[in-house]
């Protein structure tokens, strides 16, 4: 239906009746398109997935480049409108908040559900029996994990398991040439500051800390701070030992009027009063913190020029421009009150550090970003900081990202100490699991059951493929030796090396399959957990969607 109309030119123009309807699709078609685009990004980062997993470049509107393989870190700088697309970067992201680790195989993991329930569709399966399928499916794998996983018994003598379980997350990371020296920092870092008793960890008392220039090997563990400043004036010490410091909010420097205010001197007399009573002002401000027994002075604001001079001559080293982060950072790990007003401070507001140094990096020692401050021997033994090293930004922060993804997978082990093993042993288990559950099912749902065992072949099968091996072969090998053997520890082995020699690791000719626990491969239990259940939330949402409706295109 059209109607011609004419503008007051005398120019026609057809005006098209329901066209705002014409770009609405409901239904079956409505929930393929949605499918369709959230198999689109799962397939983005489906290459990234496992330890030969390929490197995404990142370019965001300024400019700036990120590499990286971490599934988290791709989706969110990703600019992405597509509606239902953004929930698979939200499902990225709540992997990456609850358990740290998996963020790239959750959502291969919901690409390859979608799949697999696009088929069920065309075989004409209503999407709700679809997900309520997949997610009966979801729990009978939950429930196989648990009992295929094997406890694993560490002590602070014994942190065998605790390194091998990071040393696995650093596999498919940057970071894998020094992954030895990285898992233990990671595992030093996080036993700092957590409590075995309690099985809780304070990750809150943990700070990275990252500075280009030397390699990924200088990386370092610092029991205390490490705040990316130096001190105010070049001539102050560049060690303060047994430092008392006092942490201010307040600028070192005479009040201004908060309306628009004008002053006028019109002799010299004035102007000296003047002078005078700023000196006495900073004076009185600078007595005040040395009354008080404080030898370091952190201060939030800066200060001007006089007040420097003043600081160095009373032999009073400062800190300036500490942001509001650092700050309360400095304040947990020294014990110290933050104050607002000078006026306020007392002696038992200060904090305490055995040593505070200033320490420059690199041969340039006169540029300020080569230089930081150490503090160390706090109060609070707990707070520690690691110092991340790198040829350049861009390395130095996919390092940041490694080692936060270790410390994750390491404090999860402290919380639940069970793990599952990898190299696709657990999906292909559970695979293995759900699909004779499947047989035990009347109707409907044991298509969508055993497409849920299916799509659990596919993180296998998109390991075996980053390698460059015949995936499908590799898989069937692997579901073989697990029925034969009846054992759900085989997996893909992909140790590093001359893939013709080294990846046989047992003899076998045809294929790369392995007992994992002999590797050493192993994840958390509840991280893998964690991936089911959201994968199988975020397909049953996606599935549930039968019409698109946006502003305008509804009447």
């Known amino acids: ?62 400019g700036d480049v990120t590499i990286t393989n971490d599934g988290a870190t791709i989706m969110t700088q990703m600019e992405i409108h597509h509606q239902v697309a953004k929930l698979m970067v939200e499902l990225s992201s709540s992997q990456d908040d609850e358990i740290g680790d ?28 679809i997900a309520g399928g997949f997610e009966a499916a979801a729990q009978i794998a939950i429930r196989h994990l648990e009992t295929i996983s094997d ?14 379980t990071a040393m696995t997350t650093l596999s498919s990371k940057i970071l894998q040439p020094h992954k030895d020296q990285m898992a233990k920092i990671a595992v030093e ?26 390699s990924l090997k200088d990386t370092r563990l610092v029991s205390g701070l490490v705040l990316d400043k130096e001190f105010s004036h070049p001539q102050m010490p560049t060690t303060v030992k047994d430092a008392k410091l006092c942490i201010l909010t307040c600028p070192l420097e005479p009040p201004k009027p908060k309306t628009k205010h004008k002053l006028q001197i019109n002799s010299v007399e004035a102007y000296e009063e003047l002078y005078n009573q700023e000196q006495t002002y900073f004076r009185d401000m600078i007595q005040k913190i040395k009354d ?19 600081l160095l001559q009373q032999e009073l080293p400062a800190v300036r421009w500490v942001g509001g982060v650092e700050i309360e950072h400095v304040a947990i790990a020294t014990g110290a009150r933050i104050v607002a007003r000078v006026e306020e401070l007392s002696p038992d507001k200060l904090g305490t550090a055995g040593s505070v140094t200033q320490i420059s990096l690199g041969t340039n020692s006169s540029r300020q970003q080569d230089r930081i401050l150490l503090l160390e021997d706090c109060q609070n033994q707990k707070a520690v900081t690691v110092l991340v090293r790198g ?43 759900v699909k004779k559950h499947a047989e ?50 085989i997996g893909l082995g992909l140790i590093h090396g001359d893939p013709k020699t080294e990846l046989r690791t047992d003899g076998r000719p045809n294929d790369h399959t392995t007992d994992m626990k002999n590797l050493g491969v192993f994840e958390t239990l509840i991280g893998k957990q964690q991936q089911l259940q959201l994968a199988a939330q975020v397909v049953k949402m996606i599935l549930k969607i039968d019409d698109v409706i946006s502003q305008g295109q509804y009447e």
């Not at 109607?3 to 009746?17: A, Q, T």
């Not at 406890?151 to 091998?164: A, H, Y």
Request: charge should be negative.
């Open 391 to 433: 040829g350049n930004k861009m390395i130095v922060d996919e390092a940041k990202r490694s080692l936060h993804d270790a410390m994750c997978v390491v404090r999860n082990l402290v919380i639940d100490d069970r793990v599952v093993y990898g190299g696709g042993s657990a999906e292909i288990s559970c695979s293995i699991a």
């Open 292 to 310: 008080c027994g404080a030898n370091l002075v952190i201060c939030q604001w800066g200060f001007d020029d006089e007040a420097n001079h003043l």
């Open 440 to 489: 035990t099912v009347t109707g409907v749902d044991q298509y969508a059951i055993r497409a849920f065992g299916d799509a659990l072949d596919d993180i296998p099968l998109a390991l075996a493929e980053n390698a460059g091996f015949s995936p499908i072969e590799e898989v069937a090998a692997i579901k073989s030796r697990q029925v034969k053997e009846k054992n759900p520890r």
């Open 189 to 214: 870092a996080v036993l700092n500051v957590a409590d075995l008793d309690r099985h809780d960890v304070n990750f809150d008392m943990i700070r990275m800390e990252g500075k280009t220039g030397g």
């Open 102 to 129: 998996g963020t790239t195989g959750v959502v291969v993991l919901a690409g390859s559900l979608l799949e697999q329930a696009e088929v069920l569709l065309n075989k004409g399966i209503h999407p709700v029996r």
């Open 1 to 62: 239906m059209a109607s011609m109309v004419y503008d007051e030119y005398g120019r026609p123009f057809i005006v098209l009746k329901d066209q705002q309807q014409k770009n609405r699709v409901k239904g079956v078609e409505a929930t393929k398109s949605n499918i369709l685009a959230a198999r689109s990004i799962s397939n983005l980062l489906r290459t990234s997935l496992g330890p030969k997993g390929m490197d995404k470049l990142l370019v965001s509107p300024d």
């Open 151 to 164: 406890r694993v018994e560490f002590t602070r003598d014994d942190l065998t398991p605790l390194m091998s």
